[in-house]
């Protein structure tokens, strides 16, 4: 059995209480995974994290949206994720 950085994604999630609504898949180049957070105190939608991982299951990108408007994204600066994006990536929920 091994552990994966999608596997600890999901597990920070989990215990943050985001709601896993939209993964596509393992079955191509990137898989997207979306979950939400309802924001205590303030109307509309839902908080949304995008998460992308590439092929290996490294973070290739994270979006953080408010009302289906970005207001926080990280990706890394080279072709591999390093763990400064994997630590930001967690560190949003």
């Known amino acids: 059995m ?16 985001w709601e896993l609504i939209f993964d596509s898949g393992p ?3 990137r898989r997207t995974i979306v979950w939400e957070h309802p924001c205590p105190g303030q ?8 998460v992308t991982f590439n092929v ?3 973070v ?3 979006e953080k949206r408010q009302d289906g408007v ?5 990706s890394p600066t080279d072709g591999f994720a390093s ?3 994997h630590l930001e990536t ?4």
Do not use: F, K
């Not at 091994?2 to 209480?17: K, P, Q, T």
């Not at 970005?70 to 990280?74: A, E, K, V």
């Not at 967690?90 to 929920?93: D, Q």
């Open 43 to 50: 109307t509309g939608q839902p908080m949304e994290l995008e």
């Open 27 to 29: 079955n191509s180049d």
């Open 83 to 85: 763990t400064t994006v």
């Open 2 to 17: 091994s552990y994966h950085v999608i596997d600890l994604v999901r597990e920070r999630a989990n215990e943050r209480d």
């Open 60 to 62: 290739v990108q994270t």
């Open 70 to 74: 970005w207001c926080q994204r990280t």
């Open 90 to 93: 967690l560190s949003m929920m």
């Open 56 to 58: 290996d299951g490294r």
